[in-house]
């Protein structure tokens, strides 16, 4: 139903920032969880954060929470992930992710019904 594409990925030093971009396209998108997981090279995949379509409080991993931010860039139809302060255990493959809200976000990867293809995320000196 929710078709994403993400976007913005690439090389960038400890220390630096990046910023992502999900865009997403389909019906009913107000009704929509958004989140942001990533998996490294031989882990699992992992939980980053979420944000409801429509906007509001996001949610984040312990992880990334001071770190990242989710928001919406209604101009552009978008969900941004704006990374800072990375770190090498940053480096992964960052997939977009959307689901019905049901009230509150999950962060297990089998509730997410639509996935992007990913964008690498590599985070080196």
């Known amino acids: 139903q929710v078709q994403l594409v993400e976007s913005g990925g690439g090389l960038v030093q400890p220390g630096g920032s990046l910023r992502l971009s999900c865009a997403a396209s389909g019906r009913t998108l107000s009704r929509y969880a958004m989140a942001w997981f990533r998996q490294a090279p031989g882990k699992e995949r992992e939980f980053v954060g979420a944000i409801t379509w429509s906007g509001g409080v996001p949610n984040y991993a312990n992880s990334v929470k001071g770190r990242f931010t989710i928001s919406r860039d209604y101009a552009k139809n978008t969900v941004p992930l704006q990374m800072n302060s990375l770190k090498p255990d940053d480096t992964a493959v960052y997939y977009c992710?959307?689901?019905?809200?049901?009230?509150?976000?999950?962060?297990?990867?089998?509730?997410?019904?639509?996935w992007g293809q990913g964008t690498h995320v590599t985070v080196s000196s």
């Open positions: 992710a959307a689901a019905e809200f049901k009230g509150w976000f999950s962060d297990s990867a089998m509730s997410y019904g639509s």
